[in-house]
């Protein structure tokens, strides 16, 4: 392998090692209150993510949460939008949801952990998910529509 070689895949390694970082900033937070889950998905980052979306939001114990949707109590407004075109550095989008059964009902007890998945593209167009949990946002192929 010549220099010029070395040189592209340090630079290519080093843009790879440089979006990760950027894009473990987008930060997840969840908070229970009367039955509802908010999610707050807030941009640490210095530039300015877009097409954020919540996409799933589960219990992380047995119990009778079976799937999620939007807090329907909650009147149109942004605690009900699940995405977002762009997400400034700095800046915070809110999800109020609920955990519901198998039949759709909307379960008021919370379990004791709850997780969810969110996903973006970068400023250079890099589709990424992240969790709240512990695990580094993952890069995905950015959706089509």
Request: hydrophobic share 40%.
């Amino acid at each position: 392998m010549d220099r010029e070689e070395v040189r592209i895949q340090q630079a290519a390694a080093e843009a790879e090692s440089a979006a990760l970082r950027e894009a473990e900033k987008v930060k997840l937070e969840l908070a229970g209150s009367g039955g509802s889950v908010v999610v707050s998905i807030t941009n640490n980052g210095m530039a300015s993510i877009t097409e954020v979306e919540l996409l799933r939001v589960w219990a992380l114990q047995e119990g009778p949460w079976a799937a999620w949707s939007v807090n329907r109590n909650m009147p149109g407004g942004p605690l009900t939008q699940t995405r977002r075109s762009i997400l400034h550095p700095y800046e915070e989008m809110k999800v109020a949801t609920w955990l519901l059964d198998r039949d759709g009902q909307h379960v008021r007890q919370l379990p004791e952990a709850v997780e969810a998945l969110v996903r973006f593209r970068d400023q250079d167009g890099q589709g990424w998910e992240v969790t709240a949990g512990d695990e580094p946002p993952a890069r995905v192929s950015p959706p089509t529509a």
